[in-house]
């Protein structure tokens, strides 16, 4: 997978979004603590509270710890490092 984006771009996100429509491949955010996170879903499985989602950031080795449907913001759909500065 080639990086999309870098630490600090700034990310549009569309809150609200159906989590069962959201797809491996899509991006999009979630929030570790107060930082929000923006990678990319990796696998979907289904698990004892819902879905999980197995996501990895553009520019990390390996996956994040999977999270769960609720843990979503939303789905990233712009992102420009222009707008970080």
Avoid: H
């Avoid at 159906?18 to 929030?31: G, P, T």
């Avoid at 696998?43 to 996501?55: K, R, S, V």
């Avoid at 979503?72 to 490092?81: A, N, Q, R, T």
């Amino acid at each position: 997978m080639e990086p999309s984006g870098i630490r600090g771009d700034g990310l549009i996100v569309q809150a609200g979004v159906d989590r069962a429509s959201l797809q491996v491949e899509d991006a999009i955010q979630y929030r570790r603590g107060n930082l929000p996170i923006g990678p990319r879903i990796m696998a979907i499985e289904p698990g004892d509270a819902g879905l999980m989602f197995t996501t990895q950031g553009a520019n990390m080795d390996t996956a994040d710890s999977p999270i769960t449907a609720d843990q979503i913001d939303g789905k990233v759909v712009f992102g420009s490092p222009a707008w970080a500065t």
